[in-house]
């Protein structure tokens, strides 16, 4: 069992960015490739970013790729996104997600565990 909490939403300006957190309970944070994914107000949930168990390898959607960064700190057992650049656009409720594999995937039902999100809000 893995429980995961998010941090470090908040309302930014266009062109800000914010670094969120995730911190995951457990000794087998390792074990698991970890996702980024959002969510905005009638729309799907759509895949963001994801790191690999060792964390190298990072995988992003076209939408945030060169503007976000997904980190890992398997000490601190801890995921990151640093978002740079924001735009409105990126408004949503942003999750993380741990999968039991090596790499992550792009699609949600892959995931087994889930945050419980935090927002973002960007103004423009």
């Known amino acids: 069992q893995v429980q995961l909490v998010e941090s470090g939403g908040g309302l930014v300006q266009a062109g800000g960015s914010l670094r969120l957190s995730c911190a995951a309970s457990?000794?087998?944070?390792?074990?698991?490739?970890m996702g980024w994914f959002r969510q905005a107000p009638g729309k799907e949930r759509e895949f963001v970013a994801a790191?690999?168990?060792?964390?190298?390898?990072?995988y992003y959607a076209n939408s945030v790729k060169g503007r976000f960064t997904i980190s890992r700190d398997n000490v601190k057992n801890t995921v990151y996104l640093q978002m740079n650049s924001l735009k409105p656009e990126d408004t949503a409720v942003y999750y993380c997600?741990?999968?039991?594999?090596?790499?992550?995937?792009?699609?949600?039902?892959?995931?087994?565990?889930w945050g419980q999100g935090t927002q973002v809000t960007v103004s423009s």
């Open positions: 997600a741990a999968d039991n594999s090596p790499h992550g995937d792009v699609r949600p039902y892959e995931y087994d565990y």
């Open positions: 790191i690999s168990r060792s964390g190298g390898s990072t």
């Open positions: 457990g000794r087998t944070f390792s074990s698991y490739a």
